[in-house]
């Protein structure tokens, strides 16, 4: 039923388009995927999904302990549609929950922080498995929960006075190192078949005014047809 569904859905949306998302959708990946831990600058929040979004890294993860995570529609300029974005938000300590998750998923925890000892970008390892890099507060940084769950740190060499890079450049720079490797790499980085037609379905949907009314309509006809 979900093929039909998605090729009812793009009979109601130009050739150009169904093209477009049908040229992208296997260049996306969830090998890599990015974790922000309680930020608090809108600015920073939507620079981070657009780059995300133009690197083909599909899953965003996102930590609310004491910051709401409020990106400006301005800066990110709608790319959050595009875009598979969890929030942890319900819980006592929302950043153990999405550890938890994370791991369960088989993600090893990159810790990232100018102030711990760690490798350097160029001497990361994509081959050891799939890595969530996790970003922490423009403030604090990365929380003591992470510190304790992290498998690996991760440092991007400074060459000047400044002692850090600012978040979404931080973000910017380590997500364009690790895509544009794990592109050229033997890496089964693709999404399978099954949850690519999952991403399909949603960006139809927002390709469409109420998509609701429409899958009511073919939910419709398909329980007329049984009768």
């Known amino acids: 039923m979900k093929e039909d569904l998605i090729k009812y859905f793009e009979s109601f949306i130009s050739p150009n388009r169904v093209k477009l998302i049908n040229d992208i959708l296997p260049k996306r990946t969830r090998y890599v995927t990015i974790v922000l831990e309680d930020i608090n ?16 890294i599909q899953d965003i993860h996102i930590i609310e302990n004491q910051n709401k995570f409020k990106p400006s529609h301005e800066i990110a300029l709608g790319t959050e549609q595009w875009l598979n974005i969890y929030k942890y938000n319900q819980k006592e300590n ?97 999404i399978s078949d099954d949850e690519l037609n999952d991403i399909r379905l949603n960006w139809l949907k927002s390709s469409i005014k109420k998509p609701e009314l429409i899958e009511k309509h073919f939910l419709q006809n398909i329980f007329q047809k049984k009768i």
Not at 41 to 56: F, K, V, W
Request: some cysteine; overall charge positive.
């Open 94 to 190: 929302n950043t153990l929950h999405a550890i938890h998750y994370l791991k369960e998923n088989g993600y090893r925890i990159i810790a990232t922080s100018s102030n711990i000892t760690g490798k350097t970008l160029d001497k990361f390892n994509l081959f050891h498995g799939r890595a969530a890099f996790v970003f922490g507060s423009e403030l604090n940084g990365i929380s003591n929960e992470i510190k304790g769950a992290a498998d690996e740190f991760l440092k991007i060499p400074m060459f000047g006075f400044a002692e850090s890079y600012n978040i979404s450049v931080s973000a910017a720079i380590v997500l364009h190192h690790v895509s544009w490797k794990l592109r050229r790499s033997k890496i089964n980085w693709k």
């Open 41 to 56: 600058q809108p600015h920073n929040a939507s620079a981070i999904l657009r780059t995300c979004e133009g690197l083909g």
